[in-house]
Nanobody
Framework: QVQLVESGGGSVQAGGSLRLSCAAT????????MGWFRQAPGKEREGVAA???????SYADSVKGRFTISQDKAKNTLYLRMNSLKPEDTAMYYC????????????WGQGTQVTVSL
């Protein structure tokens, strides 16, 4: 059974930083794509950043240059370093894993809240 457990969310002031973590267990495929998505109240879930098993990364335009996705394969953990946070980054952040980055049938974590205030 695949389980994704996020942590690291919280409340920060604009310009601050946070690092999200996602511990993955039970995923048996050597080829995968892991990513971070977010959903703000009243808005659709959107992709933030992704990394595949080869280490290739992609980012939403809104976070390029501010967020960095990384993984520790030995720990089966995904990270999202978020710098220069803005109020518009406020959302519930979800970790996901799938066979590839087309996200046809991803597994989801329960989410961690990030709140950025002025």
């Amino acid at each position: 059974q695949v389980q994704l457990v996020e942590s690291g969310g919280g409340s920060v002031q604009a310009g601050g930083s946070l690092r999200l973590s996602c511990a993955a267990t039970g995923y048996l495929f050597s080829s995968y794509c892991m990513g971070w998505f977010r959903q703000a109240p009243g808005k659709e879930r959107e992709g933030v950043a992704a990394i595949d098993s080869d280490g290739s990364t992609s980012y939403a335009d809104s976070v390029k240059g501010r967020f960095t996705i990384s993984q520790d394969k030995a720990k089966n953990t995904l990270y999202l370093r978020m710098n220069s946070l803005k109020p518009e980054d406020t959302a519930m952040y979800y970790c996901a894993i799938d066979r590839d980055c087309r996200w046809y049938e991803p597994y989801w974590g329960q989410g961690t809240q990030v709140t950025v205030s002025l």
